[in-house]
Structures are given as structure tokens and as C-alpha cells.
């Protein structure tokens, strides 16, 4: 069993801050990716910010240079800083995690999303 714990969700004013957390728990032994997807009103979920361990961060265009991703290894944590946030992100904001399990099978697992709301 796997669990993925967000927090840190909510309303912000336009050009406000947040910071999201995802917290993974369970039989992980390796974790391959983490990151966060959203999906706003009407639209098609979409990648924010992944990290891939050992190696690249990717960012969506549309927040490179407001947000970043940054992880907790020894705790199995992400988190997601938000800046200068406009209301198009908008959104219910997905912690996701591709991992090796103790039998080295892989997996993707979602966290069950936290809201974003950027409004005035």
C-alpha cells in the first residue's frame, strides 16, 4: 500500500504565494519521479513540476520562473512553491509518484488533489 498525503491548498489572492506538500508513505523502495499535475475547469490534466531522481526537474512553460519543485529525500516529501500566482492556475493540483516497489515492479499512484484557487 501506498499513500500519497498533499496539503497546503487554497485561496490566494492574484500575484500570492502557496506552497503545496506531498507527503509518500507505504512499500516504496524507490522513488522514480515526483511531482505535481493540475487540472483546472474544463481542461485536461497537465504536468506543473516533476522530479526525477538523479537527474532533471521539468517545469510546465507556463510557471517556469513562478514556481518550483523541491524534494525532502530522507522524508519522502515534495513540495511545490507557488508564486506570483495568476487566477488561470486555477485548479485541483495532483501529487504524482512513479515508483519501484520491494518486488521491483514500477508504479504510478495520484494523490487525491488539493485546490487551488486564485482569485480577488
Do not use: H
Request: aromatic letters at 12%; a positive charge; glycine letters at 12%.
Amino acid at each position: 500500500q501506498v499513500q500519497l498525503v498533499e496539503s497546503g491548498g487554497g485561496l490566494v489572492q492574484p500575484g500570492g504565494s502557496l506552497r503545496l506538500s506531498c507527503a509518500a508513505s507505504g512499500s516504496i523502495f524507490r522513488i522514480n519521479t515526483i511531482g505535481w499535475y493540475r487540472q483546472g475547469p474544463g481542461k485536461e490534466r497537465e504536468l506543473v513540476a516533476t522530479s526525477i531522481t538523479g537527474a532533471r526537474t521539468n517545469y510546465a512553460d507556463s510557471v517556469k520562473g513562478r514556481f518550483t519543485i523541491s524534494r525532502d529525500n530522507a522524508k519522502n516529501m515534495v513540495y511545490l512553491q507557488m508564486d506570483s500566482l495568476k487566477p488561470e492556475d486555477t485548479a485541483v493540483y495532483y501529487c504524482y509518484l512513479r515508483y519501484a516497489d520491494y518486488s521491483y515492479g514500477n508504479y504510478d499512484y495520484w494523490g487525491q488533489g488539493t485546490q487551488v484557487t486564485v482569485s480577488s
